[in-house]
């Protein structure tokens, strides 16, 4: 299995579980102005960043052009959040599977920031990146959860209150 194959089998995995993570969202939108800290970003501005990093990924792989934008993209609703993602998501997916392995490590990306370039990195190194970045923006979410006043979707095994279902059951 080349490094590219491994990426989208990962990508794949990982996407079904961020589409996990956004249809655990609140649905009343209100609940997402939360943030634990002055410092931190609200659940809307974490998936308002996060979300698109499959649509940037998805044009890049063709443009070799990254363009991140600074102000985070606004949902109306887990619904559009949930349809959006899985849209880009799986076109990544449909993309990175038409790529060859030469073009995987060669082909050079400008990842950019509202149309400055920051750094130039080999298409593999850029994905990895990316997907990486989703990660951790989504374990930063799954700690917002319980504050915005619904229970932890099943992103990284069982929760609390799954644990507690099995307990039940086995006592």
Known sequence: MSNREFFIQTWQSEMQTTLNAIKGLPEDKDSWTYKCNEKSR??????????PHAEVISNATQTGIADEHSMPYQFRSVEEAAAYFEKWASLTTEKLHMMNDTAWDEKIIDFQVDGTSFYKLPTSKFCWMLLFDIIH???????????????????YGPTAEDIEAMMAVSN
């Open 137 to 155: 923006h989504r374990g930063q979410l799954s700690t917002y959860y319980r504050n915005m006043g619904v229970r932890n979707p099943n992103i």
């Open 42 to 51: 609200t659940a809307a501005a974490i998936i308002g960043h996060m979300l």
